[in-house]
C-alpha cells in the first residue's frame, strides 16, 4: 500500500510564507502526477497546483506566489507558500497518482490533509 503523509501546515500571518512537504512511502514503480489540493470550510476542494514530469501546473489565484517542486529521490513533493493571504486559509491535501508496479494500472491517493491558516 501507498500512503501520503503531509507536514508543514499552521497558521502564519498575511503576507508570510510556508512550505509544506509530502512523502510518499510505500511500493512505488512510477509517478504519474503529483500536486496539492485544498479544501476551505464550506467550499469543495479545488486544484492548487500539480506536477507532471518537467511541466506544472497552477491554479490562477496562487499563480506568482506558490511553487510546487518534487524531489524524486525522496518521493517528496512540496509546496512553497509566499505572500499568504487569509483567503489561502485551508486544509490542504497532498494527491498523486502512481503505479505500485509494472503490472498495476494508474492508482490515485490522497494524504490526510494539513491545516493552514493565515489571518489578517
Known amino acids: 500500500q501507498v500512503q501520503l503523509v503531509e507536514s508543514g501546515g499552521g497558521l502564519v500571518q498575511a503576507g508570510g510564507s510556508l512550505r509544506l512537504s509530502c512523502l510518499a512511502s510505500g511500493t512505488i514503480f512510477r509517478f504519474n502526477t503529483m500536486g496539492w489540493y485544498r479544501q476551505a470550510p464550506g467550499k469543495q476542494r479545488e486544484l492548487v497546483a500539480t506536477?507532471?514530469?518537467?511541466?506544472?501546473n497552477y491554479a490562477d489565484s496562487v499563480k506568482g506566489r506558490f511553487t510546487i517542486s518534487r524531489d524524486n529521490a525522496k518521493n517528496t513533493v512540496y509546496l512553497q507558500m509566499n505572500s499568504l493571504k487569509p483567503e489561502d486559509t485551508a486544509v490542504y491535501y497532498c494527491?498523486?497518482?502512481?503505479?505500485?508496479?509494472?503490472?498495476?494500472?494508474?492508482?490515485?491517493?490522497w494524504g490526510q490533509g494539513t491545516q493552514v491558516t493565515v489571518s489578517s
Open positions: 494527491n498523486a497518482h502512481l503505479r505500485r508496479s509494472i503490472i498495476y494500472g494508474r492508482e490515485e491517493y
Open positions: 506536477t507532471s514530469g518537467d511541466s506544472t
